[in-house]
């Protein structure tokens, strides 16, 4: 969370300090907090960061791709701010990235595809090695042509 909040403040800096009412108001005050990070902060985590690459990195020498959830629910509705994870509610938005922030911070390609389970659907991510992303899309092709996966849903 750290690195994304650093790197993501550091590439709209210039904007926010010109044009933050272009910026949606909950975006801007992550973007202008990402900015008061203690740099000490960023540079221990740039080192979890390489130690996680290389750990993950290793799986992937015995398996081409990876399933796991994109978010930690199905879908919230269009305008629903909070919902109940865990028997506790909290802020929909900052909690549908939990489980996509511990790969896309390292870099690795990931494709998420809607699966149906309910009414709304649930995000399936493939995760593929570093610049496999042919291995990724094919997962994702296949899942298509099975059914399990839809490129749109239809309600």
């Given at each position: 969370m750290v690195i994304t909040a650093c790197e993501g403040s550091s590439n709209h800096l210039d904007d926010l300090k010109t044009r933050p009412q272009d910026f949606d108001?909950?975006?801007r005050d992550r973007f202008l907090a990402g900015a008061l990070v203690p740099g000490v902060f960023y540079q221990q985590a740039q080192r979890f960061r390489a130690w996680y690459r290389a750990q993950v990195a290793r799986l992937f020498g015995?398996?081409?791709v990876l399933l796991a959830p994109t978010t930690p629910c199905p879908a919230p509705r269009i305008g629903q701010d909070r919902m109940v994870l865990d028997g506790v509610e909290v802020p929909a938005r900052a909690s549908l990235g939990l489980f996509t922030q511990p790969l896309s911070?390292?870099?690795l390609p990931v494709l998420s595809v809607p699966v149906r389970t309910g009414p709304l659907p649930v995000g399936v991510q493939i995760i593929g090695?570093?610049?496999r992303e042919a291995h990724v899309l094919r997962v994702?092709?296949?899942l298509e042509a099975k059914g399990v996966a839809a490129a749109v849903l239809a309600p």
């Open positions: 108001p909950l975006t015995e398996v081409d911070f390292i870099g090695a570093p610049f994702g092709a296949l």
